[in-house]
């Protein structure tokens, strides 16, 4: 697509009961770029889109009369060409599954929202929507060509060249649209997995780790682009099934639960499947999440699979995940150095993990020269307290601490450079000090 002309206008339509939650949906989107349109009701919205060319749907869940499943599977039965977006609280579950797989939405969002993610997860959409919509124009274009050809004399030899050419841009195109929707596609996943981090409860900067080192395991142990891609997603999206769990139950340590406590914890695997499976593009992904805590012996959750059974995937992630929530005290209930992690998953080879798995995992390590020292990863405001050991804030791309154990007052001090507006990088490093 050609970047020097001007996108056009995208028209958008919030859907929801709260006149409140429209006004700040308005006040987010009003720029330029945008035509806004605000419906209090899935009817109004429905008519709406029966007068207007509507490019984006956010509609909220729960809405008297129709609710917002019911709304979006209406607008994508008459409507496709709409990307739709959800906005759901975190009790919504179950309504979150059937809007997935009936409304077929593009991606959801939790409420309350964070201004900057949203705006990023509805510039994704419009641009993937763009490219869907150029890929289709482009490819018009092939088959009207392909049709000339046919129709050409063989004398016009100098034609049938020219046309050629003309065919072969034509592809060469088609392709980098196409290459440019995957890494649209890659960015939206990555953005959804930063909102599910927001969450209270759920740690932040995990799953960034998690993708980052499976990849790295995963083409080592030779598995096709494609299957390190699900691994990626996989890692990406790990937590999503946690968004169903109580507070209370996301921050207990593994070990102090009690059967049906731990029962329920160890289903977020399964629910992160029902979630992710009715989306094409991750069903293989889906997999990987639902059989997260199957162990090597047999001895895991939920299907009791066993070596090989387990897909390949699934065991990359588990020793991955099981290592940086030891590190964070998220199984025992206290933070562990990396020797004592290392020690640990060694004991446990061909028990609960994989022992190619464990042996090529280390070895990335070992060669990142990540044994020397202890992970560190970006963290969500959100997720911000006093205690951690903060191994850099940048404010506006300029170093605010390096190397602290925060503090009450350096928590607060950070939040409101937040407020004020200030662009904040947080990282802080897992584990305990040699």
Known sequence: MNANIEAPTAQLLFVDDEPNVLKALKRLFRSAEYAVHLAESGAAGLEILQTQAIDL?????RMPQMDGAEFLSRAAENHPDTVRILLTGYADIESTIAAVNNGRIYSYCSKPWEDNELKILVNNALDQKRLREER??????????NLELKELNSS????????????????????QANESLKR?????????ARIIEMRP?????LAKYIAEHAKEVAQRLGLPPAEVRNVVFAGLLLQIGKMSLPDSLLTLPHFSMNGQQRKRFLNHAQEGYQLLAGIEPLHQAAELVAHQYEYYDGSGYPAGLAGAAIPLGSRILTVIREYITMLDGSITGSTMSTEQVKARLLSKKGIHYDPQVVDTFLAVLEETRANDERPVIEISWTQLQAGMEAAEVLCNDVLY??????????????????????????????????
């Open 401 to 434: 601490l390096k190397d602290q154990i925060l503090t009450d007052k350096h928590v607060e001090d950070i939040l409101g450079l937040r407020k004020h507006g200030k662009s904040l990088v947080l990282r802080v490093r897992l584990g305990q000090g040699h």
């Open 57 to 61: 749907i956010i509609s909220d869940m």
């Open 136 to 145: 289709q124009r482009l490819y018009d274009i092939v088959q009207r060509q």
């Open 156 to 175: 016009l030899e100098e034609k049938v060249e020219k046309r050629t050419e003309q065919l072969k841009k034509s592809l060469q195109v088609i392709e």
């Open 201 to 205: 409860g759920i740690k932040s900067g």
């Open 184 to 192: 649209q596609y890659n960015e939206s996943v990555k953005a959804f």
